[in-house]
């Protein structure tokens, strides 16, 4: 059993900072790309950053400059350093992995259940 759990969502005004965790448990053998994505109501889900498990990075045009992501491979978790924040960064956070299992034949797709970021006076 696999699970990927988010934290440290929540309301912040703008301009201010937060700070996304994902932490992946369980029987865990190893864990290659990483992403966080956000979907705010009534939109799709889209990629906001990736990080490889060799430390190759991206980010979606929106983010650049104002959100970092990293990962820390001993402990199975990645970070979403989120600055700068504006009102249309509001949605619910999610993060995914590709990670295969002790005995597993191959990587498989995870999710998380979210966490709400809310950016408003």
């Known amino acids: 059993q696999v699970q990927l759990v988010e934290s440290g969502g929540g309301l912040v005004q703008p301009g201010g900072s937060l700070r996304l965790s994902c932490a992946a448990s369980?029987?865990?053998?190893?864990?290659?790309?990483m992403n966080w994505y956000r979907q705010a109501p009534g939109k799709q889900r889209d990629l906001v950053a990736a990080?490889?498990?060799?430390?190759?990075?991206n980010y979606a045009d929106s983010v650049k400059g104002r959100f970092t992501i990293s990962r820390d491979n001993a402990k199975n978790t990645m970070y979403l350093q989120m600055n700068s924040l504006k009102p249309e960064d509001t949605a619910v956070y999610y993060c995914?992995?590709?990670?295969?299992?002790?005995?597993?034949?191959?990587?498989?797709?995870?999710w998380g259940q979210g966490t709400q970021v809310t950016v408003s006076s």
């Open positions: 369980g029987s865990i053998a190893s864990i290659n790309d």
């Open positions: 995914n992995a590709w990670i295969k299992q002790y005995g597993g034949l191959q990587y498989r797709h995870y």
């Open positions: 990080i490889s498990r060799g430390g190759s990075i």
